[in-house]
């Protein structure tokens, strides 16, 4: 197995329900097949990640297929680089949140290819409910500035919007390997923004660059959203407007008949 302890690092390896290394941490699987790799000492809180109402909102929105064309480009772009259909790939969601696109790759990508597909989330509650929902996929709970996989163990990953550190992403992602990356192009959700910001101020159109890795491709996504009120409220639930909206604001969000607003995305393919 390619999970790595992450208290000393060595390979852990699953005895009934229990991962264990040789330095003999133990980390138990959990019922739904998850395992929770996220030390105490590591966290930075109790309960760290999106609590369950921000979840559940996202599951909301995501299951009205509203972000149904972003899941489709990355499922492309992720099958035509796939290109060796004889080898077992392993690809990793970082920041997968409930695993709406994690599950997706899982079930629909073996049907090409040899495919493990693994998801990685800070929130427990998260990882519980996609572990729960998407079998297709191995989850785990742990901090993306800490991977808990071997060196050269990943063919891809996939990120959206997630942070991670580039030395953690090149350590684990073989030669050659790819990133999939995903960000807000200009124009994402600037209607979603005026309900905040009197002047609301477009992304900045800036290139990531990933130390170790180059950018072969690159495709802008741009489409119109019309929501009712309680999906544009589970919509504000899933930004981090959130923390700036009031409850009078999020209730008249809630009383409109339609919203209409603008997603935008860049969906860049790195290689290693």
């Known amino acids: 197995m390619l999970y790595q302890c992450p208290i000393c690092h060595h390979s852990l390896q699953l005895d009934d329900r229990v991962w264990c290394c040789s330095n003999h941490h133990q980390f138990d699987r959990a019922k739904e097949g998850y395992v929770n ?49 004889q ?30 597909v693994h998801g990685l989330d800070i929130a427990k509650g998260a990882i519980r409910a996609a572990a729960k929902r998407y079998p297709a996929a191995s989850f785990c709970v742990a901090s993306s500035h800490r991977l808990p996989f071997a060196d050269d163990s990943m063919d891809g990953v996939l990120r959206i919007y997630a942070p991670c550190k580039a030395q953690e992403l090149s350590r684990v ?32 159109d800036i290139e990531e660059q990933i130390e170790g890795f180059h950018c072969i491709q690159q495709q802008r996504l741009s489409y119109n959203l019309t929501l009712s009120g309680e999906q544009a409220v589970n919509l504000l639930q899933m930004t981090p407007f959130a923390w700036k ?28």
């Open 37 to 85: 790799l996220m030390p105490v000492q590591h966290k930075k809180s109790k309960n760290p990640g999106d609590n369950q109402m921000m979840m559940q909102a996202r599951r909301q929105f995501l299951d009205a297929g509203y972000y149904q064309p972003l899941r489709d480009a990355i499922y492309s772009l992720l099958d035509k680089s796939l290109s060796d259909h």
């Open 87 to 116: 080898n077992t790939k392993r690809l990793l969601d970082i920041g997968c949140g409930e695993g709406y696109y994690t599950g997706f790759l899982a079930e629909n990508l073996s049907s090409h290819h040899t495919v493990q």
């Open 173 to 204: 992602i073989k030669s050659g390997g790819f990133i999939v990356a995903v960000t807000p192009a200009p124009r994402h959700l600037i209607q979603l923004k005026g309900l905040i910001y009197q002047t609301p101020q477009p992304h900045e």
């Open 245 to 272: 909206a009031s409850e009078q604001l999020i209730q008249q969000l809630a009383e409109m008949s339609e919203f209409h607003c603008e997603a935008d995305f860049y969906i860049r393919l790195y290689q290693k």
